[in-house]
C-alpha cells in the first residue's frame, strides 16, 4: 500500500487541516500519517486560538515517519512561523522526500490569517525550491508572484511568474470569482486548463486541503501530475456535490461521499 505523510494543523471541528488531509488521503487508496504543526481551536465560523509545536517537536515527528514509514508522498499545509518551515525544508531534504505538494494555506477560509508575515518570505526561499507541487488561490497566487490577478491571462503570467521563480510546477487556482474553478497547470514550460463547474454549495471549508492531499496521494500512486490534479479535481467535485450541511458557518465538505460497505451503513 502506498504511503503519504500531510505536515499540517489540526482543525478541531475535522473540516479541514490534518482532519481533512487523513480523510482524503484514505479515500484516495493511500495510507495516510502526518506531523502536526499546530493545534488550532475552530470552527466553521471562525479561528479561535493557535497553539504552535515547537520546532524540536515538529522534527521529531517528521523523523518518526520517515525513519519508520518512509512516505510516497508529503503535503504539507498550515505552517505559520518560519522556524517551523526551516525545520521541514531541512528534513525533506535530508530524507530526500518525493513529491512533495505544498498548499501555501495563508487566510482560512472564515478569513482568519494563518500565517506570518516573515514566513512568507521563508517558504519561498526555503519550501518552494523543494516542491514538486505548489497549488495556491488566487490571492496566495498574488502574494507569491506579486502580481494582481483579475482575468485569465493574468492567472497565465502570474503561473509562470511563480514557476519559473521557484522552479516548482504550479496548480493556480481559479475560483475567487475569475471563472467557473478552472484551474491553471504550469509545468515544464507547459500551461493546462482543468475545467471545473461550479457547484452552488457555500460550504467550503478545506477545499484546498482537501485538493492537495488528493493530488499528493495521486502522486504517491504513481499517477502523472496533470492525472493526479483530474484525478483531485473529480474527487473534490463529488465531495462538494453530496451537499453535506454542518456548522453556522461555511462547513465542511462529504470528504467520505465515495463510502460504502457494510461498516459505512447507517443504523435503522
Known amino acids: 500500500m502506498k504511503t503519504a505523510l500531510t505536515i499540517a494543523g489540526s482543525d478541531c471541528s ?4 490534518i482532519q481533512a488531509d487523513i480523510k482524503t488521503m484514505t479515500m ?4 495516510a500519517m502526518s506531523a502536526i504543526t499546530a493545534l488550532t481551536a475552530q470552527n466553521t465560523t471562525g479561528v479561535r486560538a493557535i497553539q504552535e509545536s515547537t520546532p524540536d517537536f515538529l522534527q521529531q515527528q517528521i523523523d518518526a515517519v520517515f525513519e ?13 512561523s518560519s522556524e517551523l518551515i526551516c525545520v521541514i525544508a531541512d528534513r525533506l531534504r535530508h530524507y530526500d522526500a518525493r513529491n512533495i505538494v505544498v498548499d501555501p494555506v495563508m487566510v482560512a477560509t472564515s478569513g482568519s490569517s494563518l500565517l506570518k508575515t516573515d514566513a512568507v518570505m521563508t517558504m519561498t526561499e526555503k519550501l518552494l525550491p523543494v516542491a514538486a507541487l505548489v497549488t495556491p488561490n488566487i490571492p496566495e497566487a498574488e502574494v507569491l508572484s506579486g502580481m494582481t490577478i483579475h482575468t485569465k491571462d493574468d492567472m497565465l503570467a502570474a503561473a509562470r ?3 519559473d521563480r521557484y522552479s516548482c510546477a504550479v496548480l493556480l487556482k481559479g475560483g475567487h470569482s475569475i471563472n467557473d474553478a478552472n484551474d491553471l497547470l504550469y509545468t515544464d514550460g507547459k500551461l493546462i486548463w482543468f475545467e471545473g463547474k461550479r457547484i452552488d454549495n457555500p460550504n ?3 477545499t484546498g486541503c482537501t485538493l492537495s492531499s ?5 502522486l504517491a500512486k504513481g499517477f502523472s501530475l496533470a492525472d493526479s490534479v483530474q484525478r483531485a479535481k473529480d474527487y473534490i467535485s463529488g465531495a462538494l456535490a453530496a ?9 465542511p465538505m462529504n470528504h467520505a461521499f465515495d463510502l460504502t460497505g457494510e461498516f459505512a451503513k447507517e443504523g435503522k
Open 161 to 163: 511568474e511563480i514557476g
Open 28 to 31: 484516495n487508496g493511500v495510507y
Open 68 to 80: 519508520d514509514i518512509y512516505p510516497d508522498a508529503v503535503k504539507i499545509g498550515m505552517v505559520s
Open 14 to 17: 475535522g473540516g479541514a487541516g
Open 214 to 218: 488528493a493530488i499528493a496521494a495521486n
Open 243 to 251: 451537499m453535506l450541511n454542518l456548522g453556522a458557518g461555511s462547513g
Open 204 to 206: 467550503t471549508h478545506g
